[in-house]
């Protein structure tokens, strides 16, 4: 094996141009050898394939090849999410600007625990958090890895501002909420029904009549199984009349912010004190792209923490930025270069028409559904999302078609229980897809449906 080289310094480039030859090759192989959206043959053929491409994990002796042979062997077992048959979860192709600048992040390796560590990078940071969060309304946002750790957040922030809190949330909400109340040792959430999908605001008023405060509430912006909006201006009236917190998980429709022609479904966003957004959806980038934006600053307070050796008084006293209070976390890269790339290089207009094309899309794929006689269309889009079930089928039907076309890898839909009834799930967040995928998608259901 040859001398490895460092990513960064004066031999940087010289070294990583060459690696980044063999992993574009691999890439492109591993997903010539694929020939679809996912691995066909199911897990055992899959842990087959991984296995005899790596042999020996931690061999004596190293291998010059071990990069293009894993790359590859990674690239032809992967979910292809920029395949336009790859349409079940809230899971987005990257954009390509997005994914080289994340490049730079590895090389670079900030991290944002300590302005000498990352002195760009905190200052990056700090005006694009400030620009997203004027977007939605709000004074101040926090980077996170993602939803799941935006509400966890929301949940801390509203239990030290009001000294403990009860969670209220509809039944279409996320599941991290419930987790994030268990961590926090908060009393077990009431669950507002949600009989249409939506957050019942008279079941909402009810419930916050009779609990005693104080209350945090949280609706959603894009639900995950149905990408439905609860009606948040009323929801924002109720919690303002009976003096609750409002916490928005808007992870998925958050992104429709960057459309002049969706924007108005947001609605009410800026009347909360929190909102989770995320920009690994309906924001193309590369995970981790994850913010909970903050209303009132001095929330954050409850952040704040000491380290000698990061955050010294002396050295705050004199002028280098504290960075241990923007985060739980101490090591932390600076996810915040991709996004402020992307924003800088699209525009508003650009990253708005990708979120028009996915929506429209959405909507062709529904009318292609209620045309077809051998189709059952749950309701029509709100934001990307397509629920649909083979008509007549029973649901042991409807999982087993998903379950071959997965095993074939033909094409990846998700699955949503509703109604009583399970449904098949697209999420289109391909802005490449096209009106021909949407109709080979449907005949591959069509196809392989048991009759």
Not at 144 to 156: D, K, P, R, W, Y
Not at 379 to 393: C, G, H, K, W
Not at 412 to 420: I, P, Q, S, T
Request: charged share 20%.
């Amino acid at each position: 094996m040859s001398r490895p080289h460092l990513a960064s310094g004066p031999e940087g480039p010289g070294a990583l141009r060459p690696l980044l030859d063999t992993v574009l090759d691999a890439l492109r192989e591993g997903g010539e050898a694929r020939g679809g959206p996912l691995p066909a043959g199911g897990p055992e053929a899959v842990t087959r394939r991984v296995r005899d491409a790596v042999g020996d994990v931690l061999p004596r002796q190293g291998s010059d090849d071990a990069l293009h042979t894993l790359v590859r062997a990674l690239a032809e077992g992967a979910a292809d999410p920029a395949h336009p048959l790859c349409a079940a979860h809230l899971h987005c192709p990257p954009l390509a600007v997005a994914t080289a600048a994340d490049l730079a992040v590895s090389v670079l390796n900030p991290s944002l625990d300590s302005w000498d560590q990352a002195p760009a990078a905190s200052e990056l940071e700090a005006l694009v958090t400030w620009t997203l969060a004027r977007e939605v309304g709000a004074a101040d946002a926090l980077v996170t890895t993602g939803g799941t750790e935006s509400n966890q957040l929301a949940l801390l922030l509203a239990r030290e501002a009001h000294g403990g809190v009860r969670l209220v949330y509809g039944a279409n909400a996320h599941h991290s909420l419930h987790r994030a109340a268990w961590l926090l040792g908060l009393p077990d959430p009431v669950v507002v029904p949600a009989p249409a999908g939506t957050m019942d605001p008279a079941a909402l008023c009810e419930a916050l009549t009779e609990l005693p405060g104080p209350l945090l509430v949280a609706a959603t912006a894009g639900t995950t199984d149905a990408g439905l909006i609860d009606p948040l201006p009323e929801i924002a009236d109720l919690c303002a009349a009976h003096g609750a917190r409002l916490h928005i998980d808007a992870a998925y429709g958050g992104g429709l912010l960057f459309s002049d022609r969706h924007r108005g479904r947001l609605d009410g966003l800026a009347r909360a004190h929190t909102v989770t957004l995320d920009l690994h959806k309906l924001g193309w980038q590369p995970v981790a792209a994850g913010l909970l934006t903050v209303r009132d600053e001095g929330d954050l307070a409850a952040l704040e923490h000491r380290a000698d050796y990061l955050n010294a008084d002396d050295d705050t006293e004199a002028g280098l930025p504290d960075l241990l209070g923007r985060s739980l976390r101490t090591t932390r890269r600076p996810d915040i270069l991709k996004i402020a790339v992307t924003l800088k290089t699209l525009g508003r207009e650009g990253i708005g028409e990708l979120v028009d094309q996915v929506c429209a899309r959405a909507q062709e794929l529904a009318d292609l559904i209620a045309a077809h006689p051998g189709f059952e269309l749950y309701d029509r889009p709100v934001i990307s999302t397509v629920l649909f079930r083979p008509a007549e089928a029973t649901d042991d039907a409807v999982a087993a078609v998903r379950r071959t076309l997965l095993h074939e890898g033909r094409a990846v839909l998700g699955r949503a229980a509703l109604d009583g009834r399970l449904w098949l799930k697209a999420t289109l967040l391909n802005p490449h897809t096209r009106p021909g995928d949407l109709a080979t998608l449907l005949k591959l259901v069509e196809g392989h449906t048991p009759r």
